[in-house]
């Protein structure tokens, strides 16, 4: 009897224990789920304590994913949707509060729409860009995008690059297959020649290491990784220095502006309701101290009287205020090393010049190239087949990635002012040219916007603007100088694209049907 007591007992006991476990462990996770904020439209709110954390996620990744800038996030909500568990670590979940990539052009809208992230662009105050306006010795003409063929919210976009990346990580971090986490990747996890994943520091401090069959890396342009899977050879052509301009309208409302300065181009386009971000582009790496004032005597000096009037007063007040800030501009062409469980997207992988506003479109249309070529793949783990499979994906991305790349690189080299009278000759044609109207304006204004990103398009635009440059040299009548000066600006326009084009790759650019990687399948799972 006392046997059978005992027993009841401790049926009794772990009765109520086992109660008191799964309540107390019930309270925990409510707790755990109120610390993120369902939003509207599928987006969770990150908490300040800089993570999304899924415990059920945490022996179970097929894709990391290092970095949640634009790229990042966008790629993890892309993977995260098609059913992929995503494992994002970020080195920092703040908001960013950056002075670039605050402008998203058309050609992007549209790969945002594809990706379903077009919500992103809501409640963050963005202003829809409709086309540029273009500045030259006190001479302006205004390229519109052209959007017919459209849909009516289709046009560019202006922001905040922090508001937008916070919305697209929400967005990420709203799928229950995604977890975001902060901390910092100190190296890729190596074994027999293939990527097993990544030795990371959490936001404790604590080492930590994540595996999954497919890693991704897109820590931006100072990628500390990109060593390990690509060639880099990094050009900082110029820096930007960046001002906020407040209480003042552009000129064109809804356009982007940008005045052929002396030496080289200046940027103005709305990133908020009552904010103009203003890009003084100085060329070469080192600029005017800030600390000292030089900068801010340099801007009054130089810059300020090359502005248009219109924003004149708001420019100097944006000097005076003291808000000055700077960065360098990067340009390094894609060279891989294919590496079986890595893959590089993003700045991390892929640069050019800002001036044309094409990094986001670039890795937005990079997104859908790779979703495509791994939606037929339900089992990641092959990485020889897989890094074999995923070859194509640097020639299918060339079209699009490599037209923007060469009229962001050429166009500022043309924008820039030079002494050389053939060079001087290039720029005024070009300004002429875009200034015609019709093809003349429509075609390039494609190309820019990522609409039309066809790279004979390109080339052929870019030697017409050569052609009518050599062609206004010869009127009235051709002398041996204006001749001289032809045939300098024919060469000179060769020495600045065709560089270019080389380092994109001639083969992959116009001939990728040519290119074997072009027609690889999905390996037999």
């Not at 940008?258 to 582009?281: G, H, K, N, W």
Request: hydrophobic letters at 40%; one cysteine or more.
């Amino acid at each position: 009897m006392g046997f059978d007591q005992y027993n009841l007992l401790g049926v009794i006991a772990f009765l109520v224990g086992f109660v008191f476990f799964y309540g107390y462990r019930g309270k925990k996770s409510s707790s755990s789920a109120n610390s993120m904020e369902m939003k509207s439209g599928g987006f969770v709110k990150i908490t300040s304590n800089g993570a999304v954390y899924r415990p059920e996620m945490a022996k179970s990744t097929d894709v990391i994913i290092v970095g949640a800038g634009v790229a990042g996030a966008a790629l993890a909500y892309t993977l995260g949707k098609d059913g992929r568990r995503v494992h994002v670590i970020e080195r920092d979940l703040n908001e960013p509060d950056r002075i670039v990539g605050e402008l998203l052009q058309p050609g992007g809208y549209l790969k945002l729409i594809e990706l379903g992230l077009e919500d992103c662009v809501k409640e963050i105050d963005a202003q829809r860009v409709f086309g540029y306006a273009l500045y030259k010795d006190g001479r302006s003409t205004k390229l519109t995008y052209p959007l017919e063929k459209f849909r009516s919210d289709v046009a560019g976009r202006s922001f905040h690059n922090g508001r937008f990346i916070q919305r697209m990580r929400e967005k990420a971090a709203s799928l229950p297959n995604v977890r975001l986490e902060q901390g910092t990747v100190t190296s890729l996890l190596e074994e027999k020649g293939t990527i097993k994943g990544v030795q990371y520091k959490n936001k404790a401090g604590e080492e930590m290491a994540s595996h999954a069959p497919l890693t991704i890396v897109c820590d931006g342009c100072f990628s500390n990784l990109r060593r390990s899977l690509c060639k880099p050879k990094v050009e900082i052509p110029s820096c930007f220095v960046g001002l906020v301009l407040e209480n003042c309208d552009l000129p064109f409302a809804n356009h982007g502006h940008v005045i052929l300065a002396d030496p080289s181009p200046i940027l103005f386009y709305p990133i908020s309701s009552t904010e103009i971000r203003c890009l003084v582009d100085v060329p070469g790496q080192k600029v005017p101290s800030v600390a000292n004032g030089e900068m801010a005597n340099y801007l009054k000096t130089v810059v300020a009287p090359q502005i248009p009037p219109e924003l004149h007063a708001a420019f100097i007040a944006a000097i005076d205020k003291g808000s000055i800030r700077t960065m360098t501009n990067r340009s390094m062409p894609a060279a891989p090393f294919p590496t079986p469980g890595a893959l590089l997207m993003g700045d991390a992988f892929n640069m050019r010049h800002p001036l044309t506003g094409g990094g986001m479109t670039v890795a937005l249309s990079d997104i859908v190239v790779l979703r495509d070529l791994l939606r037929p793949l339900h089992d990641l783990h092959d990485s020889s087949a897989l890094c074999k499979y995923l070859e194509s994906f640097y020639t299918l991305r060339k079209p699009v990635a490599s037209t923007i790349n060469t009229l962001a690189g050429a166009l500022y080299k043309v924008f820039c002012a030079s002494p050389d009278p053939a060079r001087k000759e290039m720029r005024e044609a070009c300004f002429d040219y875009l200034s015609l109207g019709g093809i003349c304006s429509n075609g390039p204004v494609a190309l820019l916007s990522g609409l039309n990103p066809r790279p004979l398009s390109l080339v052929l635009h870019f030697f017409a603007v050569a052609i009518y440059g050599v062609g206004r040299l010869f009127i009235p009548f051709p002398s041996p100088r204006r001749m001289w000066i032809g045939a300098r600006l024919i060469s000179g326009a060769s020495g600045i694209i065709f560089p270019i084009i080389r380092a994109e790759g001639v083969r992959q650019m116009f001939f990728p049907v040519t290119v074997p990687a072009y027609y690889r399948v999905p390996p037999v799972n």
